[in-house]
């Protein structure tokens, strides 16, 4: 499976008909595949050195990455995902 191929599938039959709906995306998100590139992008990023607002950091998360990706995909497929902020602002 290509992702790219599918996401630019994607993006043409919905500008082309706004009207479509699409029922299954949820479960290509949470394809293994899909959740592992989505990984290697994010812990790719200057972004993945400094730890999110859980304190995890880049080289903790990667350690138990298959358990964490396993974990998301449940969460995804499940219905009770909460993603977090991407950082904490005060006032």
Known sequence: MIISEIQNK???????DKTRRFNRVLRLIANRI???????????SSGANTPGVDNMNKEKFIQNLPEHLDTIRTQLLSGTYQPQPASLMNG
């Open 10 to 16: 994607l993006a043409t039959w919905s500008s082309e």
């Open 34 to 44: 899909w959740l592992q590139e989505a990984a290697r992008i994010t812990l790719a």
